[in-house]
Nanobody, 125 residues
Framework: VQLQACGGGLVLSGGSLKLSCAAS????????MSWFRQAPGKGREGVSY???????YYANSVKGRFTISRDKDKNMLYLQMNNLKPEDTAVYFC????????????????????WGQGTQVTVSS
């Protein structure tokens, strides 16, 4: 499985960006796909995920501002980010796993097998 993320950039506080992640090489129909981010000097944290049944989960810090979506036919994962804040500044990664992960809680990065390269999101105040 290969993942490639894009769509990052520099935006003013309150602005919007949409990240995309192109996936290839899936060998089963069920994958959990997720967005993580890593701010300078911090560990990687879960932002949002969508499981194979379409259920979604968001970190409290982005709930109401970010929307995750997935196009299974095109093997694409998206993250629409609205009302961006300086604290959203980070490198954003897409990740996938065909494991069955718990629902309703944020996942840890070590629960994911496949990773894309990061895309930088910078929000200036």
């Amino acid at each position: 499985v290969q993942l490639q993320a894009c769509g990052g950039g520099l935006v003013l506080s309150g602005g919007s960006l949409k990240l995309s992640c192109a996936a290839s090489g899936f060998t089963s129909d069920y994958y959990v796909m997720s967005w993580f981010r890593q701010a300078p000097g911090k560990g990687r944290e879960g932002v949002s995920y969508i499981n194979g049944d379409g259920r979604k989960y968001y970190a409290n810090s982005v709930k109401g501002r970010f929307t995750i979506s997935r196009d299974k036919d095109k093997n694409m994962l998206y993250l629409q980010m609205n009302n961006l804040k300086p604290e959203d500044t980070a490198v954003y990664f897409c990740a996938a796993t065909n494991g069955r992960l718990p629902v309703g809680v944020l996942h840890e990065d070590n629960e994911y097998t496949y990773w894309g390269q990061g895309t930088q999101v910078t929000v200036s105040s």
